[in-house]
Structure formats: C-alpha cells, structure tokens
C-alpha cells in the first residue's frame, strides 16, 4: 500500500499531547481525515485551529479504521471502559506505551471481537511536553516496534505496518510484548537510568556547566526527565530493568578493573570493541541523526 | 581587545589535524595570519591549498606572538626540544591537551625565561579525525579551560584568554592543572567511559539499532572511540576517572536500590534531582546545542 493509499483512511488520536499532536500533525502531512479527542477542550480547540485535526466530536471515531492512543494506560482503560461504542465496529486500537507487560490482555477482554488492539511503541519524541511541542517530523527515520498477537487479524497488523511506513518510520520491528519490555530495558531504560546517575554524582557543581562539552551534554540530555512517567516505566518494568542496570555495572566494573591493574591491553580491548558495537549499531543509518555530519563540542 | 585586535596577531598551529585544522581555519575566519606546520607535507600543502594557512615556513614562526600545539604531548615536549630556535622571543606556547599532570614543568624548564608556556584544553571537537574533518565552528560558545601558573606573565594569561573569546568560546574557566585533572575526569573521561560500558553491556545485539532511540543513540555517540588516545588518557588520569567511576556507580546504586525495593518515593526523588541539576546545567546556555529545540528520537 502506497503512503497515497494509506492518506484515504479516517485515523483518530485520543489524547492531544506532545506525542498525540505529533501523529495528528503528520497524518494531516499525509493526508488522511483526523479526528482527534483529548481530556481538555482546550487542546481539541487548538488542535483544531491549527489545522491539524478535522473533527474534535467524539461521535466521528465511528469513521475510524485506526485509533491511536496516546494517553497513558489507565486513561486508555478508562476510554475503553466508557467510550467502547464510539469506535468502529472494525476499528484498530493501537497505544504508545513504553511497557507493555499484561495491558493487551485488558485491552482485548474491554472490545469486541470484531475489533483488534495492536500495541505499538514509537522509539521516538521530543524534549517538552504538550500540544506545541509536537513535531511531523519526530518519526522520521525512527524505529515504530509492533506487537502483534496471536489474535490479531493479519489485514490489521499490515495495516497498523502501513500506518508506521507512511509516517515515515526506518523501521517496524515485530516482538511479543514480553520481548519488548526486555529489550527497550536496555535500549531506553537503562540510558535514562544512567543518565540520571551522571548528573546525580557527588562530583556535580554549580559550575560544571563551565567545564563540559558535547560528551556530557548528549549523555545528560535525557535527565531532565519526567519524574512521574519514569518512576511508573521503571517500576513496570522492574525485573528487566534491573537486570540492565547489573549488566551495565559488570561491564563498567571491566573497564574500572583495567584502569585500577593499569592493564593497558585490557583497556584498549575494552574500548576498540565499545567502537566497534557503536560502529555496527550506526551503519545501518536507522536514523537520519546516525549522521557523523554534526558539529558537536567535546 | 575586540576581535579585530586580536587579528592583528600572527598565530602558529602546530599541528593541521582536525582540531588543528580548525583552529586555523578559525583564526582566517577572524582575520589573523597563520603559519601552520605538520609532520606530513601533504596536510601542509593541502592545508595552503584551502587557504586556511598563509605559510608552512617554520622559519615563519618567529612571527607568531601565540603558538598552539595540537599535537599530543611527546610530539609537543619533542618540537620543544628540536625547535625552540624557531619561537619568537616573546612567544606564548599553548597546548590542547586532555590530561595536563605535570607536562607543564616539562615545557617550561625547556622554553626561555622570555616565553611563555599557558596551558588549554579546549572542550570541543568534531568526530572523525584529519584535516578534512576541520571546521571553524567547533569553538562556538563552547568552553575552553585555561591554566595559568604563577610564572605565566599576566599580560600573557590575559592574550590567551582574548583568544578564547575571539574563537567564539563561551566561557574560559581558569584552574589549576590538578583541579583542571580532578574536573575533566567527571565531564569528560567518565562520560566516554559509560558510554564504551553501555555499548559493551552483554544485551547488545546485531539488531539493537531496531530497537533504539535517541537516548541510547546519544548516549552511545562517544563509544565509537579512538582507543590509543583514550587508553592513555584513563591511564594518565588514573586516580581521578576511578574515583568518578566509583561516585557514579554510588549513585547508579542509589537507584537500583530504589527500583529493587519498590521504593517509589526514593525513585521519584532520586529522577527529580537529576532533572533539576540538569536544567540548572543547561539554565546558563553553556552551548547553543544547550536549546531544547532540536528534535530528537527518543
């Protein structure tokens, strides 16, 4: 299916967000009719004002193939809860959040048998918060990972494929929900947990500002984090993430002994095989920003 | 002393790699007339060629009011030893190394008592390597450490420090060598080292880079290492980037403790700090890539 092909789906977005602002954004970019509902009507008008929503009533999700939820879970069960009989009879449920665990279970016992929930998580966002920060351009190049279940009707999961492509994602990687959370424990958990650390060492000043460059920078950049969500993420994810955090330590703990001995050729091994890893993870250009063309400060 | 003075010197470059490529390419960009060396003819003459010299006359550093070595500290301590009849009475010999312990002794015992050795570390540079990598804009409102010494002449400090500002530096925090040492060991060696150390956790896979975002991509940038400059500049600042690696795994500890028992208020608490100490790092604007308005993938 073409991007032209996919731009003739009605799609909706529950909750107008950073994130929910961001989908809206770019499928009107594609050229699909959005409908977009949020918890406030301020967002919905504002939304609306920019163009980047056609309709704010709730009762247009019945012309909705695909629904996109981007509220936390609760909020998502709680939408189901009350709101089941505003969706299509065929609709596609699909949500973005960062741990998976037992939720689609819910999600399927709460809709109908003709309808299908399909977790995704786009590996993509934005710094800040809220509707004005939302950006078409965040799924470009970026990874969208797909859980499909065994329940899930083929014709849906391409679908909600197509839905990641036309936005314009590298990749639409395919795990159980079980796969998922132990791997983004790795790839997300742990660099928000070690960014965390790194700013919170005894060795940070009022003036460290003055003695760093871009090393410090872009390995802090995601500290200045949402208390609240990650507090949830980490506790929700709570074995996998743990298991990280100790298979960091053990490989921080080989470099500090080779640095302690003085053994050079551990050091150099160390390293060389650090550069090769992050050489292997970049030559696949999964991202437009996998580009060494950037200026940065060290 | 605006810009516009400070291109009335002529500056040497010791050294046309990528930092001192860029330094000279810097320095035409203000105005000043530069005289570039290289051990190899070829980064010399395709240096001339760009224009980003006006001579590779030794003979031509005699000029030179301000000599910069980008070259690493044996090549340095050696052009000291070789080619000291080539610096002007009255020159002022810098020096970008990443770890300064006691080369300054070295240097001084080897210039005359007319001269000057300052040293700097500007925190800026590029990936990649080679001359070819070079850009002026590296310097922009980066920071660049000084360390004066009490035998340094004030007016001399003073040249150095309007350099500084002419590269378009933001800030020019003046330390000892042992404070410069302590400090870089937490900004800058401990976060290539816990960039190498999640790189090498033993989650990584073939196909983590389907699965990642901005987060492991930044935080992972500087993994990919030269290993023969790093190795010895852990080896060189051994005491200090230990004690860094031990705080940070103090408060790496901190919170898996927290996750590990559950402890939501001990997380929160422990994530709204690093956010806090985070913001306050990024409240002086230290470098125009401290803007949250860069999209990023997360």
């Given amino acids: 299916m073409s991007t032209s092909d996919f731009s003739k789906i009605t799609v909706g977005v529950i909750g ?36 980047i929503i056609d309709s704010a009533d709730p009762k247009d999700l019945k012309e909705c193939r695909i629904v996109v ?59 800040g918060a809220g509707l004005s920060q939302a950006s078409a351009d965040i799924f470009k190049g970026a990874n969208y990972i797909v859980i499909p279940r065994k329940s899930n009707r083929k014709e849906n999961v391409a679908l909600i494929e197509e839905m990641i492509r036309a936005l314009g994602c590298a990749h639409a990687p395919a795990v159980t929900a079980h796969e998922h959370d132990e791997i983004i424990a790795y790839t997300s958990d742990l660099p928000h947990a070690a960014a965390a650390a790194l700013m919170n060492s005894a060795s940070y000043r009022k003036d ?60 150099r091994t160390f390293l060389s095989e650090a550069g090769r890893r992050r050489r292997e993870w970049d030559s696949h250009g999964s991202s437009e920003y996998g580009s060494r063309e950037r200026i940065v400060q060290d």
Same sequence: chains 1, 2.
Avoid: Y
Avoid at 107 to 120: C, M, N
Avoid at 231 to 254: M, Y
């Fill in 208 to 267: 460290t500002n003055r003695f760093t460059g871009g090393s410090f920078r872009d390995e802090t950049r995601v500290a200045d984090i949402n208390e609240e969500l990650w507090t949830s993420l980490f506790l929700s994810n709570r074995e996998n993430v743990l298991t990280e955090i100790e298979r960091f330590e053990a490989a921080l703990e080989t470099l500090r002994r080779a640095i302690e001995e003085k053994n050079e050729d551990s050091i």
């Fill in 16 to 51: 107008l967000g950073l994130m929910g602002g961001s989908f809206a954004k770019r499928f009107k970019e594609i050229g699909n009719r959005v409908i977009g509902i949020n918890r406030t009507k301020s967002a919905e008008e504002e939304a609306l004002r920019m163009g």
């Fill in 69 to 127: 939820s981007c509220t936390p879970e609760k909020a998502t069960k709680a939408f189901l809860e009350e709101n089941l009989s505003l969706l299509a009879r065929d609709a596609i449920l699909t949500d973005i959040a960062g741990v998976k665990d037992g939720f689609a279970d819910i999600a399927e016992s709460l809709i109908l048998p003709t309808q299908d929930f399909i977790s995704g998580h786009p590996m993509c966002g934005r710094e």
